[in-house]
């Protein structure tokens, strides 16, 4: 398969507690295309070695991103906007990078993830963009570097808990991979991404991918912010909530139209 835009640059961010080694299937599917593909580890995850207990502000936590943002737009053989891809808490990434570069980002593109214009600053933004697992039991590892009288500074969700929840429809060496690989996430930080509303946010064109089987951020929630910040393409992906695991093929064949569109 040709690309319809050779020389596209996708940057890839995953979620909390996963790193750049979440889009392996993804990146190999790109780069044959031709296309440039950058995956980066977030503060504390994947390979980044710092303690999650220790970050507590939502800069700090995406500063690699916009460092790696930073470092791409001052390349002087860098040419091109840039398509930024977010998984789940990976989206409030994304609005972080679009709100400080602007027309630098070619494409907005949100995997089953937070998508919220402002991050976490109303009850209904924590309703939409924070998982509700309470169904599934005690799910979480907890810990609480700032006193058991504060709220948690990270979590992870148990191992026997992570192929039910995260990676139910996913081929068993991946969720296996996975449980070797996931790590605690700054979950201070996280709750802690609000952001200034800017007005040429707009000019930025966002697309959502909707996992219709997602057991963390729920189809409904995902309806709910998609209907709250109207994306310029909404396409729906029969999936758990790890689609490049469970669903690679079509997930990049999605990635690519997208881009293909932001093109024109």
Not at 42 to 60: A, M, Q, R
Not at 80 to 101: C, E, N, P
Not at 110 to 120: D, E, P
Not at 228 to 234: G, I, L
Request: net charge negative; aromatic share 8%.
């Amino acid at each position: 398969m040709e690309a319809a835009d050779p020389g596209l640059h996708f940057v890839l961010v995953h979620g909390i507690g996963g790193g750049a080694w979440c889009w392996y299937r993804i990146r190999t599917l790109l780069e044959r295309c031709g296309h440039k593909v950058s995956c980066v580890d977030l503060k504390s995850s994947g390979v980044d070695p710092s303690d999650p207990n220790t970050i507590v502000s939502f800069e700090d936590y995406n500063k690699p991103l916009i460092d790696l943002l930073h470092n791409c737009f001052s390349s002087q053989d860098h040419h091109q906007k840039v398509i930024l891809v977010g998984h789940s808490a990976g989206g409030l990434s994304v609005t972080d990078a679009t709100l400080k570069f602007g027309k630098k980002i070619r494409l907005a593109i949100y995997v089953a993830a937070t998508m919220l214009r402002s991050g976490f600053r109303t009850p209904q933004d924590a309703s939409d963009g924070v998982p509700d697992l309470s169904e599934f039991g005690d799910v979480y590892d907890l810990q609480f570097a700032l006193g058991l009288d504060k709220n948690p500074t990270s979590s992870i969700i148990k191992e026997e808990f992570q192929r039910k929840i995260l990676y139910q429809n996913s081929p068993l060496e991946d969720s296996m991979l996975a449980s070797m690989l996931i790590k605690p996430g700054p979950l201070a930080a996280l709750l802690s991404a609000q952001f200034e509303e800017i007005e040429n946010i707009e000019q930025v064109p966002r697309v959502y991918i909707k996992t219709t089987n997602d057991r963390v951020i729920k189809p409904d929630q995902q309806d709910s912010m998609i209907k709250r910040w109207t994306p310029s393409d909404v396409f729906v992906l029969e999936s758990d909530h790890s689609p490049y695991f469970s669903a690679p093929v079509e997930l990049f064949g999605m990635l690519v139209k997208a881009a293909a569109h932001a093109s024109l």
